[in-house]
């Protein structure tokens, strides 16, 4: 035998759940609705009361002491634009299959030349430490 209870009552429930579920969507579909209308409104007194607000801000700020500021995070925005120009520039060259081999020996043959011009004599060496000595005390203090 079918039990036809159980089966009325399971019609029942998803024909509940469907009533439910159209009312639920009109509803959501209403309060957005009202929450459209009434977000509209006050929209407009919310945005000049956040004007009001930043405009007071902005008068209590000491704007010679930003001057300085600005001018810090500037020269630290150009320093990082320049640290990543010279990044690509050198990952150019590391591409390029013969370049940086040449830039190496270059850079030997310079630092030869010169040690050779300037480390060759006790004279000559005794002149670079008294120049270090010299730009330690002119910088360092």
Not at 41 to 48: A, G, I, L, N, V
Not at 80 to 96: E, F, H, M, P, R
Not at 115 to 124: A, E, F, V
Request: hydrophobic residues 40%; negative net charge; proline residues 2%.
């Amino acid at each position: 035998m079918i039990d036809t209870t159980a089966t009325t009552a399971e019609q029942g429930t998803a024909e509940q759940d469907a009533a439910t579920e159209t009312q639920g969507s009109q509803a959501a579909g209403a309060g957005t609705e009202g929450l459209n209308a009434a977000t509209e409104t006050p929209f407009s007194e919310r945005y000049s009361e956040i004007l009001g607000k930043v405009n007071q801000t902005l008068d209590q700020v000491d704007w010679q002491q930003m001057g300085r500021i600005g001018k810090s995070v500037g020269i630290l925005v150009a320093v990082i634009v320049a640290q990543i120009l010279i990044k690509g520039v050198l990952d150019t060259i590391n591409l390029l299959p013969i370049v940086p081999g040449l830039l190496e020996l270059l850079g030997l043959v310079v630092v030869g030349r010169w040690s050779w011009d300037n480390l060759t004599t006790g004279d000559k060496r005794s002149a670079v430490v008294s120049r270090l000595q010299h730009l330690r005390q002119e910088y360092l203090g």
